[in-house]
C-alpha cells in the first residue's frame, strides 16, 4: 500500500486499530490516521501510524471501528433548525403523555427563562381524523415540567394553551375577565386551565418576543450540537447576508427558508462554530453581492460562499399527466410562488452563470427539471467553457432523455433519500411503471455521471407537516435499500445504490459541489481533520448494519466536538 510522506509537523492524535475508509481512490483503506494541528498528517497501517508518536499524542484504539471523513449534508436550511430548537414538536401529537414527554424534552435543552412555543397540537392531518377530539392539556402536569419557563402552545383548532407561568408575565389571573373576541378555558370551580381561545390566545401569544440574534446563537449551539452528534461536520445551508436582503422590496416571504449569514459569522468570530458552512444566497441577489465583498468562493475554511439558489415547481410534471391521479405523490403539478417565470429564470441562470457562480434549482417534478436543465444548458453554451457544478435540488422526477443531458452538463443532484417514503406511494399507478422508474432514480443519476449528494433539508417543511431525517445512515440505508425501514416494499430496487457510493454522496461529492474537494471530502494528508467514529463497518453485507450502527465520536479540524461516552 503507497502511503504519502507524514507531515513534519509533531502529531496531536492517532486513531488506530480500525478501519479507516478514506474515500480517496489512491489509498482506499487503513486501519490508522495520524492528525497534526486541523489536518491529516499520515494514513496507512498501524505500525506506519504509531511511528509518528510523540510524547504529547493522544492515542485513540479503534478496537476494530470504522473511521470515515466528517459527513458533508449539503442542503440544510440552519436557522429554521434554530428556530424549530425553541419550539416543541406538536403536529403528531395528541396525548398528554407524549406531550409531556416532549415539554420535557424542549424544556432541558433550552433551560431557565426562554419562552417555549410550538404548533399546531394534533394536526388533522397527523392524526389522520375526520373530526378529532383534540387534547385540552393538563395545566398542572405541564407547570410542574417547565417551573422557569413560559410556555405557549397552538392546537391544530387554532385556539392556544397557556402554562402558569405565561399567564403570569401577561398579567392573567383566576379575577381577568374574557377579552373580547375571546375567552378563558376554566375548570367547573372557575379557575383558569391554560386553554386560550379567539383573540385571548393571540394577546398571550403576541408577549412572545421575537428571537433576537444572540438568542438565535443560542439555539444555533444547539443545532450544532445535533448536528455534529450524527457524525456531521459539513453543511451546504441555504442562506441570505441581511445587509443585502434589507435593500429590496420582496413581493411575498421569498427567504423564509434562507438563514441569517450573520449566525455563522458571529458564530465563527467567537471561534463557535462546530460544523463548516458553504452557503448558498438567492440568485436573485447576485448583483448586489460583489458590493458587500462576496464573489464566487469567497471565505475560508469555516464559511464560505460561491452558489446561488432559486426555485422553480412543487411538482410540475411533463405531459401527459393529471394531478387528480397522484394523490399523496407531492405532485401538484404546480410552481412555487416564488417562481419567477421560466424566461425570467433564463436570464438569472444565465446572469449569475456569467459572474461565475454556480446555481442550485428546487426542483421536484420532471417539467421543473426539464426547465432547469434548459437554463443550464443555455448559460453554458453563451458563457462558454468553465468548472460548472450546477444543482438539481431534490430531483424526484426526471424525463428520460434528461438524465444524459444532466450528466453531460455535469450537474449536481441533491437528492432527499428521506423523501422517497413520502413520495413514492402511488406513483407506479399514477404514472405507469417505466415512468415511475425514473422517479427518485438515483441509480440512473450516478450511471448518467450525474454527481449525487445525499442531504437531509433539515429540519424539514417549513409548515412541519414533516420532520426531515438528519441520521446520514438512515438516509444512505434508504438509498441503498429503497425501503423506508425494513418492513417496507423497495420502490423500484433497480435504483439503488451501493454502500461505497451511498458514503461517497455523504461526503467527496459534497466536497467537489462546494469546489472543496482539495481540502475536506476524504482522508488524504494535508486535508481537514474532519472524521467520524462509527460503532462498526458499515459496508457489511446485510444493510441493516445503518440501522444499527451508531455514531461513536466527531472530530472537526481534529478537535473532538462529540462523543458518545
Known amino acids: 500500500m503507497t502511503t504519502r510522506p507524514p507531515s513534519k509537523q509533531p502529531v496531536d492524535l492517532i486513531l488506530y486499530g480500525g478501519v479507516v475508509w478514506t474515500a480517496d481512490p489512491e489509498q482506499p483503506s487503513a486501519s490508522a490516521v495520524a492528525v497534526a494541528g486541523d489536518r491529516i498528517a499520515r494514513v496507512g497501517s498501524d505500525a506506519e501510524v504509531l511511528a509518528l508518536i510523540n510524547p504529547r499524542t493522544r492515542l485513540v484504539d479503534l478496537a476494530g471501528r470504522m473511521v470515515c471523513p466528517g459527513f458533508n449534508d449539503a442542503h440544510t436550511h440552519f436557522e429554521n433548525a434554530v428556530d ?5 414538536a406538536l403536529t403528531d401529537v395528541n396525548d398528554q403523555a407524549t406531550l409531556s414527554e416532549r415539554v420535557a424534552a424542549t424544556a432541558a435543552r433550552l433551560g431557565p427563562g426562554l419562552w417555549i ?23 398542572a402536569v405541564i407547570d410542574a415540567l417547565t417551573p422557569d419557563n413560559p410556555l405557549i402552545i397552538r392546537r391544530a383548532d387554532h385556539s392556544y394553551f397557556a402554562n402558569s407561568k405565561a399567564l403570569e408575565v401577561a398579567k392573567i389571573d383566576r379575577g381577568t375577565p374574557d377579552l373580547r373576541g375571546g375567552r378563558f378555558g376554566r375548570d367547573p370551580q372557575g379557575a383558569l386551565s391554560g ?23 443560542v439555539g444555533a449551539r444547539g443545532v450544532m450540537a445535533q448536528l455534529n452528534a450524527v457524525g456531521i461536520t459539513s453543511i451546504h445551508d441555504i442562506a441570505r447576508l441581511p445587509a443585502v436582503t434589507e435593500e429590496t422590496i420582496p413581493p411575498v416571504f421569498l427567504e423564509r427558508s434562507f438563514s441569517n449569514a450573520e449566525i455563522f459569522q458571529r458564530l465563527a468570530d467567537r471561534d463557535e462554530l462546530s460544523v463548516r458552512v458553504y452557503a448558498f444566497l438567492p440568485l436573485d441577489t447576485f448583483d448586489r453581492l460583489a458590493g458587500h465583498g462576496i464573489t464566487p468562493k469567497t471565505g475560508d475554511d469555516w464559511l464560505r460562499f460561491g452558489a446561488l439558489k432559486i426555485f422553480i415547481d412543487s411538482g410540475a410534471m411533463l405531459p401527459p399527466f393529471d394531478p387528480a391521479d397522484a394523490p399523496g405523490t407531492g405532485l401538484t403539478d404546480g410552481w412555487s410562488y416564488r417562481f419567477v417565470g421560466e424566461e425570467r429564470l433564463g436570464e438569472l441562470v444565465l446572469a ?24 443550464f444548458e443555455y448559460a453554458a453554451q453563451l458563457n462558454g467553457p468553465r468548472d460548472r457544478r450546477h444543482r438539481l435540488i431534490h430531483a424526484w422526477h426526471l424525463a428520460a432523455d434528461d438524465f444524459d443531458r444532466a450528466g453531460k452538463l455535469g450537474l449536481v443532484a441533491d437528492v432527499t433519500s428521506d423523501q422517497l ?42 409548515n412541519k407537516s414533516h420532520v426531515a431525517q438528519i441520521n446520514p445512515l438512515h438516509n444512505m440505508y434508504v438509498a441503498i435499500t429503497r425501503q423506508a425501514g425494513v418492513d417496507s416494499v423497495p420502490f423500484h430496487p433497480e435504483q439503488t445504490i451501493t454502500v461505497d457510493e451511498a458514503l461517497l454522496a455523504y461526503t467527496a461529492n459534497p466536497a467537489h459541489a ?7 471530502g476524504t482522508i488524504t494528508p494535508g486535508k481537514l481533520a474532519d472524521l467520524v467514529v462509527l460503532s462498526e463497518d458499515i459496508r457489511a453485507e446485510d444493510p441493516e448494519v ?11 479540524g481534529g478537535r473532538l466536538v462529540y462523543s458518545a461516552s
Open 84 to 88: 424549530w430548537y425553541f419550539q416543541v
Open 195 to 217: 386553554m386560550l381561545f379567539g383573540q385571548v390566545g393571540e394577546f398571550v401569544q403576541r408577549l412572545v418576543s421575537p428571537i433576537s440574534l444572540e438568542q438565535k446563537l
Open 352 to 375: 449569475g452563470d456569467a459572474a461565475g457562480f454556480d446555481i442550485g434549482v428546487h426542483v421536484t417534478g420532471d417539467r421543473g427539471a426539464r426547465i432547469a436543465i434548459d437554463a
Open 117 to 139: 412555543t410550538g404548533g399546531d397540537l394534533g394536526d388533522f392531518a397527523s392524526t389522520r381524523e375526520t373530526s378529532p377530539t383534540l387534547l385540552e392539556p393538563d395545566l
Open 546 to 556: 445503518l440501522l444499527r450502527a451508531t455514531v461513536e465520536q466527531t472530530y472537526l
Open 514 to 520: 462546494s469546489h472543496e474537494e482539495d481540502i475536506k
Open 421 to 462: 417514503a413520502l413520495y413514492s406511494n402511488g406513483l407506479d399507478k399514477a404514472l405507469g411503471a417505466t415512468r415511475a422508474a425514473n422517479a427518485f432514480a438515483w441509480r440512473r443519476l450516478i450511471d448518467s455521471d450525474v454527481t449525487v449528494n445525499l442531504v437531509s433539508d433539515f429540519p424539514g417543511a417549513f
